[in-house]
């Protein structure tokens, strides 16, 4: 039987939803997730709102096997990701001492004030534990299923990188792409049925448009060879159809 | 007084949370909503799963002044928006007789087959009313305060292009970005006391990364030119403060 693992992603922050910021971390997770097979079920945006975020990931991570949650966990009053997850959890959000001390001599050895705000950055839930943070020190932290990690591209890569060999992973989503130089319009009906036939597999239909003309990328999804196989077979041959009759 | 207009996004499409596709329309959206004046106050990203989509619609139609969907109203088994659609506002979906008589004249003009598959884009909840689409013919449409159009970028700009006037729009978020050369530790304790003293507006601070070294877009957001220019003059005057200290 395959392994059903599941994630939710909740992206945290108002400069995505003010177009600001263009996120760039949504499509690099589910490329991860689905290279190690663990099926990325939903994402939230999500405003700067303590109540906001607490609403969101209380409803997730309930659902879902993990949560990764990026963005609002910086030195600022805007970053407020830290309180709120505790707040989800019920837990105080207090300065980790293992946190502190770190940055306490990182900052001291490189001649540099550990500020009120940059302390901020050692507050989490209790009973968090660390996430590495190579590109700039300040850790994220997992509580539960949820982990929440930095905003910044670069750190939110790096984070993952250290995340990803504590997960349980499922069986794979294996897929194969048949690229069709016909519309949607044409090949629906009989790719429904091929659907249908093979209930095991997910079928995606995703028009492309461009130079006025329409094509399609079929894409059969399976858990396993055979069943995948035996859909991209048929998939084939009703596009080799089409192309003959055209 | 500001008059405040909220949206919230759905993105409909397994193909964006496996990463095969990577979302374009969000961003756009942000950008149009900022520009005219309704606050974009959430997003969220669900699969091609008919449970998820009315939960989902439901869960933000009842909260949010409009709602905008992406993906899922091609020709395809796996185009299932207009059914979820219906479902969540519990009216049959139903071939809608003004756009099936559009698209059969327009198909029988072209000589192309008018099949099974593409009659499925005539399909919408009834009392549905149309969104032109000026690219490939087969209408979006809106139904409530939900507006449902393509994900294929092209189409949805589009359709949303049609979607503009008819909306009601708030009063503008004015902002203005302070360049600041420190990192979000040194300044993050004095900002936040600017922000505690501005509660009307909203002081965002983004940090940067590259080539080793941080520094931070300061941004300050206000439905007000006078609250705006306030909080403004005194984060300039708290970043020149540290350069002059540096």
């Known amino acids: 039987m395959p392994e059903i ?17 263009k996120d760039k971390n949504i499509g690099h ?4 997730m689905t290279a190690v097979g663990i099926d990325l079920k939903e994402v939230r945006i999500v405003p700067d709102e303590e109540d906001e975020i607490v609403a969101a990931v209380n409803a997730v ?12 966990i910086g030195p600022t009053h805007d970053d407020i990701t830290a309180d ?7 837990v105080p959000c ?3 001492a293992k946190a502190y001390a770190m ?12 500020t009120e705000a940059r302390k901020r950055m050692a507050r989490m839930p209790r009973g968090a534990s660390h996430i ?16 929440v990690m930095a905003g910044v591209p670069s750190i939110f890569q790096a984070m993952l990188d250290n995340v990803m060999p504590t997960l349980r992973t499922g069986t794979k989503m294996l897929s194969a792409t048949v690229q069709c130089p016909h519309g949607e319009g044409l090949i629906g009906g009989p790719l429904g049925d091929i659907q249908k036939r093979h209930p095991e597999t997910i079928i995606g239909s995703y028009p492309k448009f461009g130079e006025g003309k329409f094509w399609t990328e079929l894409v059969v999804r399976a858990r396993t060879q055979e069943a995948l196989d035996a859909a991209r077979v048929e998939v084939e041959n009703m596009v080799a159809g089409f192309s003959k009759a055209g």
């Open 103 to 114: 940055m306490e001599d990182n900052y001291r050895k490189r001649g540099v004030e550990f």
């Open 84 to 90: 709120s997850i505790s707040k989800a959890f019920g």
């Open 132 to 147: 590495d943070n190579p590109v700039s020190m300040a850790p994220g932290f997992r509580i539960g299923n949820v982990h």
């Open 29 to 32: 997770l589910a490329d991860i």
């Open 5 to 21: 693992v599941t994630a939710a992603m909740l992206v945290i922050g108002d400069e995505i939803l003010s177009g600001r910021t």
């Open 94 to 96: 207090e300065y980790d």
């Open 61 to 72: 991570r309930a659902r879902y096997t993990y949560v990764f949650t990026t963005g609002g």
